[in-house]
C-alpha cells in the first residue's frame, strides 16, 4: 500500500513503523472474512481493512475525525485478521499507533474520559479492584438481576502448595484475575507443585500494563511494564526458569515487553529477556506432564473457548483442547472457533451493546452440543462467558487439577 507521511510523522520513528506496516498490506480483504466486527455491522470502516485506510489516511493527512476514531474505537483488538492475513500485516500493532496519535490530537467527551480514567484507576490495581468486588459480592443480593449477573461470586479458595522444590517459576499476579478468579494461580501452583516446580510470585509485581497501553495512555502502560522487570529481576538472576501467565490476555503484552521497550535503554535488553521467558500456562504443560499427573477421566461434557489472545496473539489455537483430551476429557462439539466473545479487555465496558451482540453469537457457538461447562484460558473471557452462560465457566486449569491423581 503506497503511502506518503504528512511532515508531522515524516523522518519520526513513529511514522516511520507505522509506514512500514502499512506498506505490507496488498488490501486484499481477506481480513474482513473473520473480523467479528465486521461481520457484525458489515461496515467497510469497521473491518480490518477499512480501519488500515483510515489510518493511512491520519498518517498522510496528519488528523483524522471523530468518525474515524469511532470506527478504531470498534475494533476488538482480537487479531484474528493477522491469523488471516497472507501477507503478515501487523495490524494490532498499526491499530495501537493510529489510536494513540488520535488520542493525543482530539478531547474526548466528558463521559468517555470519565469512564476511561477509572478504569485505569481501578482495575490495573489488585487492592482497588478487590475491595469494590467484595462490596460487589455483598450487595449483589439486591441488586437488580441484569446487574448482579456481571459481578462473579466469591470462591471458596484453595490452598497454596506448601512443598518447595529446585525448580523455581515466576507467575504474573496479574491485576483484577487474583480478586475474581484467585483459584486460577492456585490451581496452577498445586498442579506445577505436583510436577515438581514452585511457582512464586515477586513482591511489586502487578498489572501487565495491557490496559493502559490498549487504552492509548502508552507511557503508564510502558511503566506497569518496567515495575514488572524491575520486580521479577531478582528472582530472573537467581534461574528462574519462566515466567508463568495464567491469563492469555496479559500473556501477549508480556511476550510484547522486548519489542515495546526495545527503544529504552535501560530496560530494552532486560525486556527482551522476560519476553522469552514468559509462557502462557497451555504452552508450558506438556502432554508428557499431562500424562504423569494421571488424571481421572472426567465424564463432564466440557465446551472449550480459545479466548484470542490464545489462538491469535500467541498463536496457540489448539493447545488447551489437546491438553484436556490427553487428560481424558469429553470435550464438546463447537462451531466459529475464531470469533471473540467481546470480553476483549475494557471492550465490554467501553462498547456495551456490540460486545453484548458478541457474546451472544459466541455462547451460541459453544453451547451447540449441549455442554455442562465451558472452559477458556483468559480471565476477561471466564468472566463475560459467565455473565450470561447458562453453566459453569472456569479457567482450564481448574478442571486438570480437580481430576489428577492423588499424591
Given at each position: 500500500?503506497?503511502?506518503?507521511?504528512?511532515?508531522?510523522?515524516?523522518g519520526?520513528?513513529?511514522?516511520?513503523?507505522a509506514?512500514?506496516?502499512?506498506?505490507?498490506?496488498?488490501?486484499?480483504?481477506?481480513?474482513?472474512?473473520?473480523?467479528?466486527?465486521?461481520?457484525?455491522?458489515?461496515?467497510?470502516?469497521?473491518?480490518?481493512?477499512?480501519?488500515?485506510?483510515?489510518?493511512?489516511?491520519?498518517?498522510?493527512?496528519?488528523?483524522?475525525?471523530?468518525?474515524?476514531?469511532?470506527h478504531?474505537?470498534?475494533?476488538?483488538?482480537?487479531?484474528s485478521?493477522?491469523?488471516?492475513?497472507?501477507s503478515?500485516?501487523?495490524?494490532?500493532?498499526?491499530?495501537?499507533?493510529?489510536?494513540?496519535?488520535?488520542?493525543?490530537?482530539?478531547?474526548?467527551?466528558?463521559?468517555?474520559?470519565?469512564?476511561?480514567?477509572g478504569?485505569?484507576?481501578?482495575?490495573?490495581?489488585?487492592?482497588?479492584?478487590?475491595?469494590?468486588?467484595?462490596?460487589?459480592?455483598?450487595?449483589?443480593?439486591?441488586?437488580?438481576?441484569?446487574?448482579?449477573?456481571?459481578i462473579?461470586?466469591?470462591?471458596?479458595?484453595?490452598?497454596?502448595?506448601?512443598?518447595?522444590?529446585?525448580?523455581?517459576?515466576?507467575?504474573?499476579?496479574?491485576?483484577?484475575?487474583?480478586?475474581?478468579?484467585?483459584?486460577?494461580?492456585?490451581?496452577?501452583?498445586?498442579?506445577?507443585?505436583?510436577?515438581?516446580?514452585?511457582?512464586?510470585?515477586?513482591?511489586?509485581?502487578?498489572?501487565?500494563?495491557?490496559?493502559?497501553?490498549?487504552?492509548?495512555?502508552?507511557?503508564?502502560?510502558?511503566?506497569?511494564?518496567?515495575?514488572?522487570?524491575?520486580?521479577?529481576?531478582?528472582?530472573?538472576?537467581?534461574?528462574?526458569?519462566?515466567?508463568?501467565?495464567?491469563?492469555?490476555?496479559?500473556?501477549?503484552?508480556?511476550?510484547?515487553?522486548?519489542?515495546?521497550l526495545?527503544?529504552?535503554?535501560?530496560?530494552?535488553?532486560?525486556?527482551?529477556?522476560?519476553?522469552?521467558?514468559?509462557?502462557?500456562?497451555?504452552?508450558?504443560?506438556?502432554?508428557?506432564?499431562?500424562?504423569?499427573?494421571?488424571?481421572?477421566?472426567?465424564?463432564?461434557?466440557?465446551?472449550?473457548?480459545?479466548?484470542?489472545t490464545?489462538?491469535?496473539?500467541?498463536?496457540l489455537?489448539?493447545?488447551?483442547?489437546?491438553?484436556?483430551?490427553?487428560?481424558?476429557?469429553?470435550?464438546?462439539?463447537?462451531?466459529?472457533?475464531?470469533?471473540?466473545?467481546?470480553?476483549?479487555g475494557?471492550?465490554?465496558?467501553?462498547?456495551?451493546?456490540?460486545?453484548?451482540?458478541?457474546?451472544?453469537?459466541?455462547?451460541?457457538?459453544?453451547?451447540i452440543?449441549?455442554?455442562?461447562?465451558?472452559?477458556?484460558?483468559?480471565?476477561?473471557?471466564?468472566?463475560?462467558?459467565?455473565?450470561?452462560?447458562?453453566?459453569?465457566?472456569?479457567?482450564?486449569?481448574?478442571?486438570?487439577?480437580?481430576?489428577?491423581?492423588v499424591?
Amino acid at each position: 500500500m503506497q503511502t506518503d507521511l504528512h511532515p508531522l510523522f515524516k523522518g519520526t520513528e513513529l511514522g516511520e513503523e507505522a509506514e512500514s506496516i502499512l506498506r505490507s498490506c496488498v488490501h486484499c480483504g481477506f481480513c474482513n472474512a473473520t473480523c467479528p466486527t465486521y461481520q457484525e455491522l458489515g461496515d467497510e470502516r469497521d473491518g480490518p481493512r477499512g480501519r488500515i485506510y483510515l489510518i493511512k489516511q491520519l498518517f498522510e493527512t496528519g488528523s483524522a475525525t471523530d468518525k474515524t476514531r469511532l470506527h478504531l474505537d470498534r475494533c476488538l483488538n482480537c487479531r484474528s485478521c493477522e491469523t488471516t492475513c497472507p501477507s503478515g500485516v501487523q495490524y494490532g500493532r498499526l491499530a495501537d499507533l493510529g489510536k494513540a496519535v488520535i488520542e493525543q490530537q482530539q478531547t474526548r467527551p466528558l463521559g468517555q474520559r470519565l469512564l476511561r480514567w477509572g478504569l485505569r484507576q481501578v482495575l490495573p490495581y489488585h487492592g482497588r479492584f478487590s475491595a469494590l468486588l467484595k462490596l460487589g459480592q455483598f450487595v449483589r443480593p439486591v441488586l437488580p438481576r441484569a446487574v448482579a449477573k456481571k459481578i462473579p461470586v466469591a470462591s471458596v479458595k484453595l490452598t497454596w502448595p506448601s512443598r518447595q522444590h529446585s525448580r523455581k517459576m515466576l507467575y504474573l499476579d496479574s491485576c483484577g484475575q487474583r480478586g475474581a478468579t484467585p483459584n486460577t494461580n492456585i490451581a496452577t501452583a498445586r498442579v506445577l507443585d505436583r510436577l515438581g516446580i514452585t511457582l512464586t510470585s515477586a513482591p511489586h509485581s502487578g498489572c501487565c500494563g495491557a490496559l493502559s497501553y490498549h487504552l492509548s495512555e502508552t507511557q503508564e502502560g510502558l511503566d506497569f511494564m518496567r515495575r514488572n522487570i524491575d520486580a521479577w529481576w531478582p528472582a530472573i538472576e537467581a534461574g528462574a526458569e519462566a515466567i508463568v501467565v495464567t491469563a492469555s490476555g496479559c500473556g501477549v503484552t508480556v511476550k510484547e515487553y522486548g519489542t515495546l521497550l526495545r527503544d529504552d535503554p535501560h530496560y530494552a535488553e532486560r525486556a527482551l529477556r522476560v519476553s522469552v521467558l514468559a509462557k502462557d500456562l497451555a504452552e508450558l504443560i506438556s502432554l508428557e506432564d499431562i500424562a504423569r499427573l494421571a488424571p481421572r477421566a472426567d465424564p463432564v461434557k466440557t465446551a472449550v473457548h480459545c479466548p484470542c489472545t490464545l489462538q491469535h496473539g500467541l498463536g496457540l489455537p489448539d493447545n488447551v483442547e489437546q491438553l484436556l483430551r490427553a487428560a481424558g476429557m469429553q470435550l464438546a462439539k463447537t462451531t466459529e472457533k475464531h470469533l471473540c466473545c467481546g470480553s476483549a479487555g475494557s471492550y465490554s465496558i467501553t462498547q456495551p451493546q456490540l460486545s453484548g451482540s458478541l457474546l451472544d453469537k459466541k455462547l451460541k457457538a459453544l453451547t451447540i452440543d449441549n455442554p455442562q461447562r465451558i472452559v477458556t484460558a483468559n480471565v476477561g473471557c471466564q468472566m463475560h462467558l459467565a455473565t450470561a452462560a447458562s453453566v459453569p465457566v472456569m479457567h482450564w486449569i481448574e478442571v486438570i487439577e480437580q481430576n489428577m491423581a492423588v499424591d
